[in-house]
């Protein structure tokens, strides 16, 4: 009983030290001081937990092409607010808002908002609302 009650524990530090390692920081990746906009095509959306993603092919501020990597909330959140797994398609042409990964280089962004033009499909962050 003794060794099944020391197992029981190790295995619960192990599990969540894991998960305390895998969670990462908003503030470690993007730079909520500063704020961009990516006008592009999607090529894939992710609708899924902890964070929905698109891909975006998109220019930098510079006029080069990059695929963006952008993160939006959660599944069940997006999904309270009428965006499901099928309001996104690849190809669409979306413009977007948002935080800026620290290293340019990573092209990656925290979106704040979201228009898609050719129907008037919105979506941004309302006062108060944090990304998770």
Do not use: C
Not at 18 to 34: G, M, N, P, Q, R
Request: charged letters at 20%; glycine letters at 6%; zero cysteines.
């Amino acid at each position: 009983m003794k060794t099944k009650m020391t197992l029981t524990v190790i295995l619960t530090i192990v599990v969540s030290a894991i998960t305390v390692y895998a969670h990462h920081s908003v503030a470690a990746l993007y730079d909520a001081s500063k704020s961009i906009k990516i006008e592009g095509q999607i090529v894939s959306f992710t609708f899924r937990s902890p964070h929905s993603a698109l891909i975006v092919e998109a220019p930098d501020p510079q006029g080069a092409m990059h695929r963006w990597d952008v993160a939006w909330n959660a599944a069940r959140e997006l999904a309270q607010q009428n965006i499901t797994r099928e309001s996104l398609k690849a190809g669409d042409k979306v413009v977007i808002t948002g935080n800026p990964g620290r290293r340019s280089e990573d092209h990656i962004v925290r979106m704040i908002t979201f228009l898609r033009p050719a129907d008037g499909l919105t979506w941004g962050n309302r006062e108060g609302e944090t990304f998770r």
